[in-house]
């Protein structure tokens, strides 16, 4: 099980968070005109790093803050967490 | 009754305080401090088993978690355990234990024909051999091989035992209590450490209770037991027994398990029999000592047959012999150490040894002790069935790839020592690439990919002098990086035998001609000929050779196994061992009962239970409740004998008749305030939002960003920047969390704040014709006619004084209102609600009658809205707002979205108006075409319609509208049901929805 930095509260268990994918898969802006190639790769592909991965958790059984998580997929080591507002 | 191999000394047992035991429906006797297996062996008794597959008779190898043989059955009934390793089991008065995988007893199995027929089920013979004619598999061989594979029998009844989980954290974590244990804790201890240290075994020590060593001026158990004593008199040292700590998970996530109560004679009820730690350390020292390799020789599995130092650990701990003719064989001197302790109980052995000569310190004493030594001999092969009588002993010839001359020794046991095998499990778990060490001819820990640390004779360093040093060095140098304090403890000096190198020989030749069976993996019963024909087949891979020759792969996890099946493979392929790489250690280090692992999530414990606040008043109201997610709501109020659908019935056409009432509490209420709220629910929601007038409800329906429908309800607006909206009870969580993510990641300049009031709101439905005149009675001063309170009209009131919201909404699709008050008011309003309208014949509906009422009305709920259909498919179009985007409207053009063949929601009846259709049958056009019947659609929600008393059902189906008039049939394989139905409208009762607006 992860221990992860919430920016808000500190480290917790993982099972106080749940996932929330890639945090550089932006929706694309309402009212534009999107391709169907970009709202299909926005809605269904994403890049499946084996390493570094910047991701999204919500500390649902905390404070419910959405936040930015740096982790390397194949060894969990989490190297960095930070708000939305700030840059991992 | 005598024990006729227990010693009169020796041993860490109280031979005042005998205890009472069974095996195999036979009474023995054993003393406090024994182990099951122990006390066995004090009985003279080394048949426990059988092995796996073959059947052959299998005694005891080790004396701890090591053990391959020794599985067995525990108690009867609900208490019974499969699988306990008599090694591990403390002996306590009255433990009833049995033998497995024999039948009709352990002395003669029936299945021992299986080693008869051994050449029929060499390894992969399972691949071979059932593949043809397919269909047997699931009939005929699975079940029969079922019956035959050779484990303990699960429990039928449930667990009577208590199980309990506990969360620490930790700066130093120390597993294994042996030299480096102790001295690490210690020494991290005493420089300011959180520490907790964990021996799986009753008594701290490890090796220091059986070697014969001095630290200091004391012995080795001496120094064991002060330092001990000296840990659990610190206050920031959390020291305990009996505590496995089996799995290295990530972030340096430690779990053990706790044995409480097994070992208590009469232990009080109320403790829990095991705990499961969940342990965060910091940092983790690995100090899990090391396990003795078998040797490999012809019949090396016959009971009788064990490890050298398990024999020593027998006398040592518990005074017990293993035997009193003993052969020893080695490839090292440890295994003098066995011989010399069985001289000093006067006992001669027969030492055995592969290597031309060794100037070991143990080896010299040995020969000072007058015991009798053969270098340069192996044991080639053994006799006796049931237990082993004779070793065949040869002189091996010079490249040792056989025998110059065969002798037969008789004895009664064998003891084997192949060198030692440092425990690197955890290490390995937690990430960390081990490497072979040449001089050990093992893996050893390398670079730690986690904050672990292995030390002592798991990291290689077999001697006491070392393994102090790294305890105490380590112990200081983790703790420092934590605690900065620079407190340093210096290792006590110590004194040991000294020893000569080992010889790399494992595997014995067989003699001439000969085709012993040679065990390599004693548990999955692997043996050489099975190694050697899998890569005579082409398997290569070590990770390949494992899985078709299960080797490694048995509860035991290989722990004597896996370097012997390596060194083989390598020597056959004439690789080196590092070539050949190791399979992978995965946790449980040993078996844990999962009962451990469940804790007390156990039945209604499983999750936490939402309860309205008008529950209590359900209950005195025979009210029949059902999980509704985590709630528990009421589905129907039992009268008299009814069933559920005749209650159901009555309830329901009460409603359209009447009034009824139903708790609505469960449903999601999510408080959204702030300027931009109007805004977001129109990015939300599919339909416009803007222009809702404060007061007003509106219906809406939200969803995925790929099209599909995710949930729908009411939303109202309290007052210009505020609403109130509801979800449905499955959805509550999710959408509140859906709501978040948009609101903080995807537009965070709107500003807006969402709340979850759920359980702050208790709520009444009040629905059917004379609900009005029940609203009147209810809030005397209110305008409630329908044009002072029209259709999805909101108004807050004054319930007798508690503030009220008043929704004008329905589900039921008959005239009704929604009444919210505060929780604690709950029970107030309801009992004020029933009072009030018991003129008008009010009852109570619970959630069978609420399905009935929107199914019959065609109103789409969770088993529509499942996540595989968009609004067209539920005829929710007019719901899509063609002004503004919204979340998911850019894939709602999609091209299979636009496919005119989708499947679509309609309603269903039975032709014959009387068979209830099962919820989930497929609907087909043929019920006789071939297999597979090509499905058209399925049945989603059944009921009984109480408006035209027959059955009434929503389906998905495809074409959908277009089938109305046409005949199908519903068929449930499950339910062995065919019924011709005939396609309608999915709104059954009042389709313009006239009654909800009168």
Redesign the interface.
């Known amino acids: 099980?992860?221990?992860i930095k919430c920016p808000y509260c500190g480290s917790r268990?993982q099972n106080e968070f749940?996932y929330?994918g890639d945090s550089n898969a932006k929706?694309?802006e309402?009212?534009k005109e999107?391709s169907?190639k970009d709202?299909d790769n926005?809605?269904?592909l994403r890049k499946n790093p084996r390493g570094k991965h910047s991701e999204?958790w919500?500390h649902?059984a905390g404070c419910?803050?959405?936040f930015k998580v740096l982790r390397d997929t194949s060894?969990?080591e989490?190297f960095k967490t930070a708000k939305?507002?700030d840059e991992l | 009754m005598t024990q006729k191999y227990r010693l009169d000394k020796e041993g860490y047992i109280n031979r005042e305080k005998s205890i009472s035991f069974k095996f195999n429906g036979k009474k023995y006797f054993g003393y406090q401090g024994d182990t099951l297996a122990s006390a066995l062996l004090a009985n003279g008794i080394h048949l426990v088993g059988r092995s796996f597959k073959y059947h052959r008779p299998r005694g005891f190898i080790g004396a701890k978690e090591d053990e391959p043989n020794a599985k067995v059955q525990l108690y009867k009934g609900a208490k019974t355990e499969p699988n306990a390793v008599a090694t591990e089991i403390e002996l306590v008065e009255g433990l009833v234990a049995k033998s497995q995988n024999c039948w009709p007893s352990v002395s003669f199995d029936f299945g021992a024909i299986n080693n008869f027929l051994s050449r029929f089920f060499p390894a992969g013979f399972y691949y071979k051999t059932f593949m043809w004619p397919k269909s047997f598999w699931y009939r005929i061989y699975e079940p029969i091989i079922r019956k035959t594979a050779g484990l303990g029998v699960a429990p039928l009844k449930p667990d009577p035992d208590r199980y309990e989980h506990k969360f620490e954290h930790c700066d130093v974590l120390v597993v294994g209590s042996g030299p480096s244990g102790l001295g690490s804790a210690l020494a991290a201890a005493k420089n300011g450490a959180r520490v907790i240290l964990a021996e799986d075994k009753s008594k701290f020590g490890g090796s220091l209770l059986t070697d014969q060593v001095t630290i200091g001026n004391k012995t080795g158990k001496e120094w064991a037991d002060e330092t001990v004593e000296q840990l659990k008199s610190l206050p920031n040292v959390v020291i305990k027994n009996r505590s496995q700590v089996f799995g290295y998970?990530?972030?340096?996530?430690m779990v053990m398990f706790e044995r409480t109560k097994d070992h208590i004679e009469s232990p009080n009820k109320y403790i829990p029999r095991q705990k499961l730690w969940?342990i965060?350390a910091k940092e983790v020292l690995v100090s899990t000592g090391s396990i003795e390799r078998p040797l490999i020789f012809g019949n090396n599995d016959r009971p009788g047959i064990l490890l050298a130092s398990a024999a020593k650990e027998y006398i040592k701990k518990y005074g017990v012999l293993v035997g009193k003719k003993p052969v020893i064989f080695t490839n090292n001197d440890s295994a003098y150490d066995t011989a010399i302790e069985f001289k000093k109980n006067g006992i001669s052995p027969l030492v055995v040894d592969i290597r031309k000569n060794s100037e070991g310190a143990a080896v010299k004493e040995a020969r000072g002790l007058g015991i009798n030594i053969k270098f340069s001999h192996a044991v080639a092969n053994t006799k006796g069935y049931l237990k082993v009588n004779s070793a065949i002993v040869g002189k091996l010839n010079n490249d040792k790839s056989g025998y110059e001359s065969l002798e037969n020794i008789p004895c009664d046991c064998i003891c084997v020592s192949g060198n030692w095998t440092p425990t690197v499990h955890l290490a390995s778990q937690s990430?960390n690439k081990l490497k072979f060490d040449e001089i050990i001819s093992a893996f050893i820990p390398n670079q730690s990919?986690q904050n672990e640390t292995t030390i002592g004779s798991a990291n290689g360093s077999f001697t006491l002098k070392k393994s102090l040093e790294d305890g105490f060095n380590k112990g200081f140098e983790v703790s420092n990086k934590l605690t900065k304090k620079n407190i340093k403890s210096d290792p006590p000096t110590s004194n040991e035998k000294s020893y000569d190198n080992y010889e790399k020989f494992w595997c014995m030749p067989l003699p001439e001609n000969k085709q012993y069976k040679r065990c390599v993996d004693f548990q999955n019963d692997v043996y050489v000929s099975d190694i050697e024909l899998a890569i005579r087949e082409g398997f290569r891979s070590i990770e390949h050779v494992k899985r078709y020759t299960t080797l490694g792969m048995a509860t035991d996890q290989g722990k004597t196994s896996n370097l012997n099946g390596l060194q083989l493979v390598s020597n056959i392929e004439n690789k080196i061992v590092p070539e050949v790489g190791h399979t992978t250690f995965r946790p449980p280090y040993t078996p844990v009962t999962i009962g451990t692992i469940v804790g007390r999530e156990v039945g209604k414990h499983y999750r936490p239970t939402r309860k309205s606040p008008m529950h209590s008043w359900h209950e005195k109201n025979n009210a029949v409740f059902v999980d509704a997610g985590l709630w528990l709501r009421p589905r129907y109020y039992k009268q008299g004998n009814e069933t559920l659908q005749q209650a159901a019935k009555r309830e329901g056409a009460n409603v359209r008749k009447n009034v009824g009432i139903c708790d609505v509490t469960s449903l999601g209420k999510i408080d959204i305030k702030g300027p931009d709220s109007a805004e977001f629910l129109n990015?939300i929601y599919t339909n416009a939002w803007m222009k809702l007038p404060v007061g007003k409800a509106r219906y809406g329906v939200m969803l995925r960003?790929?099209g599909m429908v995710f949930d729908d309800g009411t939303t109202t607006r309290i007052s210009e920047n505020h609403f109130h909206m509801t979800t449905t009870t499955a959805q509550a969580v999710n959408v509140l969390?859906h709501l978040?993510?948009y609101l903080?990641?995807?537009w965070?300049e709107l500003d807006v704040n969402v709340l979850s009031t759920t359980e702050q709101w208790a709520g009444a439905a009040v629905a059917g014709p004379k609900s009005r005149e029940l609203l009147k009675k209810l809030f005397p001063e209110m305008d409630v006619s329908s044009e002072g309170f029209p259709f999805m009209g909101f108004k807050e009131e004054n319930l007798s004084g508690i503030p009220a919201r008043v929704f004008r909404i329905s589900f039921s699709g008959e005239l009704a209102y929604e009444i919210n008050v505060e929780s604690n008011h709950g029970v107030f309003m309801w009992e004020k609600i029933m009072s009030l309208g018991k003129n008008m014949g009010i009852q109570p509906y619970g959630t069978e009658a609420l399905s009935t009422l929107r199914i019959e009305m065609g109103h789409v709920a969770g088993s529509e809205i499942d996540g595989r259909t968009i609004p067209s498919d539920l005829s929710l179009e007019g719901m899509l707002s063609k002004k503004?985007?919204?979340v998911g409207k850019?894939?709602l053009n999609?091209e299979a979205f636009l496919n005119p063949d989708r499947e679509k929601v309609v309603g269903v009846i039975p032709v014959d108006k009387k068979t209830m259709i099962p919820e989930g049958s497929h609907l087909v056009k043929d019920k006789n075409a071939a297999l597979p019947n090509p499905k058209l659609g399925h049945i989603s929600a059944s009921c009984w319609s109480v408006e035209y008393n027959n059955p009434f059902s929503l389906a998905i189906l495809k074409e959908g509208k277009k089938r109305i008039g046409e005949k199908l049939y519903a068929l449930s394989p499950l339910k062995n049901k065919s019924i011709e139905v005939e396609v309608v409208s999915s709104h059954y009762v009042d389709p313009k929805g006239e009654r909800v607006r009168s």
Do not use: C
């Open positions: 099980m992860l221990e268990s749940s929330g929706r694309p309402l009212g999107v169907d709202w926005f809605i269904y999204l919500h649902v419910r803050q959405w060894t969990h989490i939305l507002t | 998970y990530d972030h340096n996530m969940y965060r990430g990919r990015r960003e790929d969390a978040e993510y903080q990641v995807v965070p503004k985007d919204f850019r894939s999609r």
